[in-house]
């Protein structure tokens, strides 16, 4: 799905203009410029916009925060998934951003958090994270969360609450609690085949970490 024309990255600078505070703490922002990483490509997803900004601090926050509340709203408008969207950011610069393109891709997994780390990935050449910051705008689901401790991703921004979400209609607390419930008795049916832990031991053993 392409992106509509009218959707241009708003300039950065004025996502922090109401705090003069903070404004006024903006010495630098470096030039926007279009970033498609190699998946985005292959699956036909839009391009985004990404800014390095130099200056750190609260105004810092406030305009990569705005950013992956522009993206959420970009989500729903292009009609690719749910309000939901990120920018991954290391040493103060962004190397990636994702929105949820559940609707448009038709993959359960496309969340705005699962396409950031993905393109942070392919652009950095490691799936090692440790280092970058996601600024998200809620708290990830249970998925999510979980990809970010795979991806070693350093530290998590959030404005939205779980409770934000399952008010919005969405099944973050619902999955959540499930989690918490011992494998046989969670609503997912599951069956274990014993005979053959053996050989899918032996498929572990194959592997060498490193």
Same mark, same amino acid.
């Given at each position: 799905?392409?992106?509509?024309? +009218?959707? *241009?990255?708003? +300039?950065?600078?004025?996502?922090?203009?109401?705090?003069?505070?903070? #404004?006024?703490?903006?010495?630098?922002?470096?030039?926007?410029?279009?970033?498609?990483?190699?998946?985005?490509?292959?699956?036909? @997803?839009?391009?985004?916009?990404?800014?390095?900004?130099?200056?750190?601090?609260?105004?810092? %926050?406030?305009?990569?925060?705005?950013? #992956?509340?522009?993206?959420?709203?970009? #989500?729903?408008?292009?009609?690719?998934?749910?309000?939901?969207?990120? =920018?991954? =950011? %290391?040493?103060?610069? &962004?190397?990636? *951003?994702?929105?949820?393109? &559940?609707?448009?891709?038709?993959?359960?997994?496309?969340?705005?958090?699962?396409?950031? /780390?993905?393109?942070?990935?392919?652009? /950095?050449?490691?799936?090692?994270?440790?280092?970058?910051?996601?600024?998200?705008?809620? &708290?990830?689901?249970?998925?999510?969360?979980?990809?970010?401790? @795979?991806?070693?991703?350093? %530290?998590?921004?959030?404005?939205?609450?779980?409770? +934000?979400? +399952?008010?919005?209609?969405?099944?973050? =607390? %619902?999955?959540?609690?499930?989690?918490? /419930?011992?494998?046989?008795?969670?609503?997912?049916?599951?069956?274990?085949? *014993?005979?053959?832990?053996?050989? #899918?031991? *032996?498929?572990?053993?194959?592997?060498?970490?490193?």
């Amino acid at each position: 799905m392409a992106a509509p024309a +009218d959707f *241009e990255p708003r +300039d950065t600078g004025k996502l922090a203009a109401h705090d003069q505070r903070d #404004a006024e703490a903006l010495t630098e922002i470096g030039a926007c410029e279009n970033h498609s990483d190699p998946i985005t490509r292959e699956r036909g @997803w839009p391009a985004v916009c990404i800014s390095s900004v130099v200056q750190h601090g609260t105004a810092q %926050k406030l305009i990569f925060m705005g950013r #992956a509340i522009e993206l959420a709203r970009h #989500a729903v408008a292009s009609g690719s998934g749910g309000p939901f969207g990120c =920018v991954i =950011v %290391k040493n103060g610069e &962004v190397v990636a *951003e994702g929105f949820n393109q &559940v609707r448009s891709t038709r993959d359960p997994t496309a969340h705005g958090e699962m396409v950031g /780390l993905r393109a942070a990935a392919q652009r /950095l050449g490691t799936a090692d994270l440790s280092g970058c910051e996601i600024y998200n705008i809620s &708290v990830p689901c249970p998925m999510c969360l979980a990809a970010l401790y @795979w991806a070693k991703v350093s %530290k998590l921004y959030y404005a939205c609450l779980p409770e +934000d979400a +399952d008010a919005a209609g969405f099944d973050n =607390v %619902k999955i959540a609690r499930y989690l918490q /419930l011992p494998l046989e008795t969670q609503p997912l049916k599951s069956e274990r085949i *014993e005979t053959l832990h053996a050989a #899918a031991l *032996e498929a572990y053993r194959s592997w060498s970490p490193g």
